[in-house]
């Protein structure tokens, strides 16, 4: 995976992770929820600058959610 950079000072962000949750947040598309069992789902989690605070969420896989 490419590095990401802050939006706001350049940093490089630090991938991280959230306390609740194993591997990150787990999210879901509702057109999923027609089916059985919703498999448009992906885990998001967070990078944050270390300079700055600044954090933005990555979806770990954003094809899952189509
Ligand atoms: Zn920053």
């Given at each position: 995976m490419s590095i990401k950079?802050?939006?706001?000072?350049?940093?490089?962000?630090?991938?991280?992770?959230?306390?609740q949750g194993f591997k990150g947040i787990l999210v879901?598309?509702?057109?999923?929820?027609?089916m059985f069992g919703n498999k448009k789902n992906t885990r998001?989690?967070?990078y944050i600058c270390g300079?700055?605070?600044?954090?933005?969420?990555?979806?770990?896989e954003p094809t899952k959610i189509r």
């Open positions: 950079r802050c939006d706001k000072c350049e940093e490089e962000l630090i991938k991280c992770y959230v306390d879901k598309n509702h057109e999923g929820d027609k998001v989690n967070p300079n700055c605070g600044y954090t933005v969420w990555y979806a770990d």
